[in-house]
């Protein structure tokens, strides 16, 4: 399950988040009658996945969530709302590879990295570990991919699972409610080790970024520089 590109990380969490949608909305369906009498209003017919008939009606909150979530990059909009990866990209990249090329920021200064994120994450850290063309370990990267991955899967699926539970304890079944919240609290508890999984490998290909060997460049310095004009 190796995520290569941004792409197929995009693929994957829409994926299973949509199969979340789908078992969610299935069993909403068959216990809410205004469900399905709305749902009836809505052209149907069957299709057939590995010899077991589905009809569309519990396909249709599915597919259109996982367009919601690729195309709309969901997780994109999560993440900027609650400031997931600025937060991780300035603590855990853009101040280590500072203070690794003995750059210590002030106050002001770390403000100014924290509003230039993007600028200076092109060019500190993408430069040398872009899953396109990457100067330190292929390998390294698909992991770091894989794991933050996983982590919006986990981010993402808790979204669903929130708005079905609210839905399900507003129709007063409390049986599944119950299991939507055991599901919600195991989720983040797997996104929180996946969190910590990722500081570790940034750490790693930080380390593999600063070892770096170039004929045509001193990696150290050139990084220096970067911060050095940007403040």
Same mark, same amino acid.
């Given at each position: ?40 209003? *809505? ?7 590995? $010899? &077991?008939?589905? %009809?569309? @009606?519990? #396909?249709?909150?599915? +597919? ?38 003995? *750059? ?7 403000? $100014? &990295?924290?509003? %230039?994120? @993007?600028? #200076?994450?092109?060019? +500190? ?107």
């Amino acid at each position: 399950m190796a995520v290569k590109d941004y792409s197929s990380m995009l693929r994957l969490i829409g994926l299973v988040s949509s199969i979340v949608v789908f078992f969610c909305f299935s069993f909403l369906y068959n216990n809410s009658d205004g469900v399905k009498d709305f749902m009836e209003h *809505i052209p149907n017919f069957t299709v057939e996945y590995r $010899k &077991v008939p589905i %009809d569309t @009606n519990y #396909l249709i909150p599915a +597919v259109l969530w996982y367009l919601f979530s690729y195309f709309g990059a969901f997780h994109d909009q999560i993440s900027n709302r609650f400031k997931i990866r600025h937060h991780f990209d300035f603590q855990y990249i853009l101040i280590p590879m500072a203070n690794e090329v003995g *750059i210590a920021l002030n106050a002001e200064q770390r403000k $100014k &990295v924290y509003e %230039d994120r @993007n600028e #200076l994450m092109d060019k +500190v850290f993408y430069k040398y570990a872009d899953s396109t063309e990457p100067k330190i370990s292929k390998h390294n990267i698909i992991l770091a991919l894989t794991n933050w991955a996983l982590f919006w899967i986990c981010i993402e699926s808790i979204t669903v699972l929130m708005i079905f539970l609210i839905l399900f304890l507003f129709l007063t079944l409390n049986g599944i409610s119950l299991i939507l919240a055991l599901l919600i609290i195991i989720l983040s508890a797997l996104g929180v080790v996946f969190y910590k999984r990722a500081i570790r490998i940034i750490n790693t290909e930080i380390r593999l970024i600063f070892n770096i060997e170039s004929e045509t460049e001193q990696v150290s310095e050139s990084i220096k520089k970067v911060y050095q004009d940007a403040l």
